[in-house]
């Protein structure tokens, strides 16, 4: 589904030329959650940014269904955005005048989808999300959890197949986090459209609840455990997360 080879990744020039990624590895199956973890500062979002088409790397491929870039520039990358890759993050980006089926809808208007057929998949979106009830609603009206519920539901609208989820659970309650992992299990495991998800997070629960964790440290993935990815291998004694 989703395979990155040897992706580099440097910003700054000369003397002050910091390489983030160093050649990052990595592939991610149909129906597969996949958490990344690593220290503040190693390059993650960096990664989901060139994985999502926001930003270009220096050498190496991305290989996304029939997609092939990684370092081509944005502007060349539409096609990805618009219909291969969906985004969740830490905060919702709602837009608080308009209801969820709204805001589900724009996003796919403005990727040029007619009024009609975006109110449509934005209905089955909410429904697949368990808002079909809340539908009408403007983000006053729902609970934290239930916006992130909006926010998940437009960024699988449309049928993408990845989901790019920055630290989703950051702003949510731990029972509402829970909720969303849940949902993010149910949407891997879909029959008819299983979605593949690559998700940052510092939660090790959320983490371990993933189906595969990958540790980015010194520019480069590697597989890991939790104890690995919070450096509890090297403490003597350290405790179990």
């Known amino acids: 589904m989703l395979s990155v080879s040897d992706l580099t990744k440097a910003f700054g020039s000369g003397s002050n030329k910091l ?11 149909q129906g597969e959650m996949v958490a990344l973890m690593g220290p503040s500062g190693s390059g993650k979002s960096t990664l989901l940014n060139i994985i999502g088409g926001l930003l270009s790397g220096d050498s ?11 370092t081509k520039s944005p502007a060349n990358v539409v096609d990805v955005r618009r219909e291969a890759v969906g985004w969740i993050f830490q905060d919702f980006h709602l837009l608080d005048n308009l209801t969820a089926v709204d805001n589900v809808a724009i996003a796919l208007e403005l990727s040029g989808m007619s009024s009609r057929e975006a109110d449509e998949a934005a209905k089955i979106a909410l429904s697949k999300v368990g808002l079909a009830d809340r539908m009408h609603h403007v ?3 729902l609970s934290g959890g239930q916006q992130q519920r909006v926010a998940i539901a437009r960024a699988i609208a449309g049928n993408r197949p990845v989901l790019l989820a920055d630290e989703p659970t950051g702003n949510l309650d731990i029972a509402s986090g829970k909720e969303v992992l ?6 891997c495991h879909d029959e008819v459209n299983p979605i593949s998800i690559l998700m940052v997070t510092h939660d090790p629960d959320l983490a371990s609840n993933a189906d595969r964790m990958l540790l980015l440290n010194d520019g480069k993935t590697e597989a890991s455990d939790i104890r690995s990815a919070w450096g509890l291998d090297e403490e003597e004694g350290g405790e179990e997360e």
């Open 19 to 29: 390489q983030v990624l160093k050649g990052v590895d990595m592939e991610i199956k």
């Open 60 to 70: 190496g491929t991305i290989q996304l269904g029939d997609k092939s870039y990684g």
């Open 139 to 141: 983000p006053d009206q």
């Open 182 to 187: 849940q949902l993010f299990k149910d949407l």
